[in-house]
């Protein structure tokens, strides 16, 4: 019995890419020997599921359009996919339901996929959480990694590649976080009000500025804005982006005034003084 060609059920996909994501996903799957699209393909599959379990709540259709427009102000490059039209259809299927920008989800997902712990505890921990509480919780997750895997003596190589393209692409970032809470310090009290917070990969809003704590190493990967990498957003969460905008363009705007005037006052010439004619001058 003739089976049919699986390239027949694969379409092409353009998404737009944060430029630095695809010059990593290229060395990182060059260097494992790997077919991109094909193990993109598996990968999102699995991923838009945990998309739908993680984020609870759909994005109103001005929180979307938030998304989309800061994921524009990220240097986006055009980039083609080759994946199965039950892939596509799934991630879009999801997205829809979410209200969430498609490239948003895939920009987030390939992030996550090449992210260094250097990057994630920027990106999950930032600054609201307790230092020693960052450490212990990647120690732990160190410390646990090989443990829950098969022991790689009695399988043949091409059986542990095939093994963990079956794995959840993100599994040791959901040990790390989905099973961790974490005590948050909220901002702005006089007593430190700590709040339980369960952390997801999809759920999680990355801080706007979070990457500004990466060290110089990481420069080709810093942007001042990764709101549009996030897969929900409240309106309040919106209305808060979007006064705290204002207001830096208020400040720069302020700033920018001050420079104009404090360096017309440095070239300013200054006027002579009218000298009176002395005797025996010609009036």
């Known amino acids: 019995m003739a089976t049919a060609d699986k390239t027949e059920n694969k379409t092409k996909v353009l998404v737009n890419v944060y430029e ?12 494992a020997c790997l077919k991109r699209d094909a193990y993109l393909d598996k990968a999102l599959r699995i991923e838009a599921v945990f998309l739908r379990s993680e984020v609870k709540e759909s994005n109103s259709d001005r929180s979307r359009n938030f998304i989309a427009e800061n994921l524009k102000e990220l240097k986006l490059k055009p980039l083609s996919l080759s994946l199965s039209t039950e892939t596509v259809e799934l991630v879009n299927e999801v997205c829809k339901e979410k209200n969430i920008p498609r490239d948003s989800f895939i920009n987030r997902f390939f992030l996550l996929l090449v992210a260094s712990e250097t990057i994630l505890k920027a990106l999950f921990l930032f600054h609201k959480v307790k230092i020693e509480d960052i450490e212990e919780a990647f120690l ?4 646990g990694w090989w443990l829950n895997r098969e022991r790689i ?6 059986d542990l590649f095939e093994s963990f393209s079956e794995k959840p692409p993100l599994l040791e970032i959901r040990e790390l976080l989905c099973e961790r809470e974490f005590d948050i310090v909220q901002d702005g009290c006089e007593t430190n ?6 952390v997801t990969t999809y759920n999680h809003k990355f801080e706007k500025n979070c990457f500004y704590i990466l060290p110089d190493d990481y420069s080709f990967i810093k942007t001042n804005n990764l709101l549009g990498l996030n ?13 705290l905008g204002r207001n830096v363009t208020l400040a720069k705007t302020e700033l920018d005034r001050l420079l104009a005037f404090a360096k017309s006052e440095k070239t300013r010439k200054i006027p002579k003084k ?7 001058e010609s009036q």
């Open 20 to 31: 630095p994501l695809i010059a990593i996903m290229k060395h990182k799957f060059d260097a």
């Open 140 to 143: 732990c997750a160190k410390e």
């Open 153 to 158: 003596e009695q399988i043949n190589i091409l």
């Open 193 to 198: 009000i700590n709040e339980v917070k369960k």
């Open 231 to 243: 897969m929900y957003m409240s309106d309040e969460d919106v209305d808060r982006e979007e006064v």
């Open 274 to 280: 009218e000298i009176s004619p002395t005797k025996g």
